[in-house]
């Protein structure tokens, strides 16, 4: 119940925490459903195209004109766009939210054009920037593949700022499985004129994520449009609130121009190593972005306008930052954790049953696995670094972010050069894996990030954090359940990739959560509470 004192003072109280449960739980279905839809697609996509150069040459193609949806788009609009338009609906100005939502849409169309425009232009200058390592056939496809897919990027953007209105006003199913649809396309593309060859197909493919990109803008914009009211025409500079979304949206762009030149560099590291390494990087990506997305995103965007409404004197919003905070953390732990411990034990197996058919062989199975091991050593910081970073742009500091995430980019690219570059011939190592030491750069270089973060907002708010005792229960649970769940896969090394990675993820999550509820973990309890009630009602 809120406090009447805080109503008579016109003062919203701050949502509990077990409401941002609820809209977590909301975030979290719909990144599951879209996860799922692309964890499809990137088998289809494996099926067909394996290790190839055509695979890194798409890899390659996407990520560029990516660039522009992870700049202007989900990531710097929510830090810059939500915590002022949340604010002002908190308060009852309707008009003026209004008004925000309205220059925002504008300013980023004209935006938007702009630099899809230059894309298509300078597209052979930005391959030979970001893989100076491709020659011949495989940079012209890769420069035709830019091409196609600016546009497409360009309309990611603008779902970004549907995805903005629908936060704000707790539609966050939608939002978050929208991409579904562009998923789909993809997948029924590869499916339809898989038989056609390789070189073919890119192309093919990339027509295709421009068409479902529109679709994914298209089914969200209806519901967008109808929350934010009336659109109006015009920019409306003259308001201090859209000034305030515009100096935000610059440290928030830099921040995610920061994170995307390390992917960037990356990509280009992988380029000078053997065929294959760019293709195994985006998978390894794809199964290291599940458990960020659905336990540290999903959290992280249902708390960003919640903790953005806090209002009151200072002590008392530091104490309600605090509890949301603490409250989040052991949430999020309670799933990465196992994640991550996951990845490094059992990583072949859950890379075979997604990945393991057609050109995708039993040698790319065990590749993948060690550059998947690499990014498992930072998950758990990455994923809580994604919740701090949401707590500083409640706060509309957008400028912290960005120096602990150039600090991270900076020594993960000096790490991940020298590992990925040097360390194999040292060790006499085929060079191919020197992009597993590029991940674990990453990882290291995560731990850094999120200590700096972590530290920063301890000053504002006071002691943020998990408890020792907490963790390493977790970390206990999750080692002995990986090793049971280990000693079973090596039993069942026999059967197909897909009923072994049932059988052996399935005891490993049951022994994990068991041990962990027997540890005391009471969200783990939690949990097999809720799954009892469910098993009574069925």
């Known amino acids: 119940m809120s406090d009447p004192a805080e109503e008579a ?73 939500i915590p002022v338009y949340a604010r002002l609906r908190s308060e009852g100005k309707a008009e003026e939210a209004q008004h925000v939502a309205s220059g925002v849409l504008a300013s980023l169309g004209l935006l938007v054009a702009l630099v899809v425009a230059l894309g298509v232009t300078f597209a052979p200058a930005l391959v030979a920037a970001i893989a100076p390592g491709f020659t011949g056939e495989k940079r012209e496809l890769t ?116 994170v995307q030149i390390s992917a960037f560099v990356d990509e280009l590291i ?91 062989t039993r040698a790319d199975v065990m590749y993948v696995w060690a550059v998947l091991a690499g990014y498992a050593a930072g998950l758990l910081a990455a994923t809580l670094g994604r919740l701090y970073a949401s707590a500083f742009y409640a706060l509309r500091d957008t400028r912290t972010p960005l120096l602990t995430a150039t600090c991270r980019v900076l020594l993960g690219a000096g790490l991940g050069a020298m590992a990925a570059l040097l360390v194999p011939r040292w060790l006499g190592l085929d060079l191919r894996f020197g992009v597993a030491g590029l991940t674990a750069a990453a990882g290291l270089a995560a731990w850094v990030e999120l200590a700096m973060l972590r530290r920063f907002l301890n000053r504002r708010v006071g002691r943020t954090g998990l408890p020792m005792g907490f963790v390493l229960r977790l970390l206990f649970s999750g080692l002995v359940a990986a090793g049971v769940a280990f000693g079973l896969a090596r039993l069942l090394s026999s059967l197909h990739p897909i009923p072994q990675a049932c059988a052996v993820l399935s005891l490993f999550g049951v022994a994990y959560f068991g041990l962990a509820a027997l540890l005391g973990i009471e969200e783990a309890r939690g949990l097999w509470k809720r799954l009892r009630r469910v098993a009574r009602r069925a």
């Open 9 to 81: 003072q016109g003062v919203a109280p701050p949502a509990s925490p077990s409401g941002g449960g609820r809209h977590a739980i909301l975030v979290g279905a719909g990144i599951l459903l879209s996860r799922l839809f692309g964890l499809v697609r990137d088998r289809v996509f494996a099926h067909y195209f394996g290790n190839s150069w055509v695979a890194d040459a798409y890899r390659a193609a996407f990520r560029i004109p990516n660039l522009l949806q992870n700049l202007f788009g989900e990531g710097s609009l929510s830090a810059s766009f």
């Open 143 to 258: 420069i035709r593949l830019v091409r196609i897919l600016f546009p497409g990027a360009g309309l990611l953007v603008l779902s970004a700022w549907c995805l903005g209105i629908l936060n704000s006003h707790r539609r966050f199913f939608l939002s978050y499985a929208a991409p579904v649809v562009w998923n789909a396309v993809l997948i029924a593309a590869m499916i339809t004129f898989g038989g056609r060859g390789q070189e073919t197909l890119a192309p093919i493919l990339a027509w295709a994520s421009v068409a479902g990109s529109a679709l994914q803008f298209l089914i969200q914009a209806p519901l967008a449009v109808r929350l934010a009211g009336r659109l109006r025409a015009g920019f409306f500079f003259a308001l201090e609130s859209v000034r305030t979304v515009l100096r935000n949206f610059l440290p928030a762009c830099l921040g995610r121009g920061v």
């Open 270 to 360: 992988a380029s000078l190593l053997p065929h294959g390494a760019m293709a195994a990087l985006g998978y390894a990506q794809t199964l290291y972005l599940l458990p960020v997305s659905l336990f540290g995103m999903s959290v992280s965007a249902a708390e960003l306008p919640a903790m953005s409404e806090v209002q009151g004197d200072p002590e008392k919003q530091a104490a309600a930052l605090r509890e949301r905070i603490g409250h989040s953390l052991r949430r999020i732990a309670l799933l990465v954790v196992p994640s991550a411990i996951g990845f490094l034990a059992l990583g072949d197996v859950v890379v075979g049953a997604i990945y393991q058919t057609g050109e995708f």
